[in-house]
């Protein structure tokens, strides 16, 4: 399974950025995609997560300003992120699991290579 991220870049507080995450490859077995996102100097953490089934999961910073959603004929996930703030500048990473818990990193296999988002004014 490959993953390709687009869409981060530099905004001021308030805007919104759309990341998309294109998965390729294998993906038949993948049963969960996520969001991570890490900044310097902390730990990576989950932002947002997606079931095959249609479940999600949201951080709590994030709880009504992202938004995770999946086009099943592209087979992308997109995390909308919407009145983004400066605490939410990082790296962020589209990951897929195939099998285990959907909050544990170490259950994700397959990562992109990452995608900065800066949100400074």
């Known amino acids: 399974v490959q993953l390709a991220e687009a869409g981060g870049g530099s905004v001021q507080p308030g805007e919104s950025l759309r990341l998309s995450c294109a998965a390729s490859?294998?993906?038949?077995?993948?049963?969960?995609m996520g969001w991570y996102r890490q900044a310097p100097g902390k730990e990576r953490e989950l932002v947002a997560m997606?079931?095959?089934?249609?479940?999600?999961y949201y951080a709590d910073s994030v709880k009504g300003r992202f938004t995770i959603s999946r086009d099943m004929a592209k087979n992308t996930v997109y995390l909308q992120m919407n009145s983004l703030k400066p605490e939410d500048t990082a790296v962020y990473y589209c990951?897929?699991?195939?099998?285990?818990?959907?909050?544990?990193?170490?259950?994700?296999?397959?990562w992109g290579q990452g995608t900065q988002v800066t949100v400074s004014s």
């Open positions: 997606r079931n095959r089934g249609g479940g999600t």
């Open positions: 490859g294998s993906i038949l077995n993948v049963i969960g």
């Open positions: 990951a897929a699991r195939e099998s285990g818990g959907a909050l544990r990193a170490k259950d994700y296999a397959y």
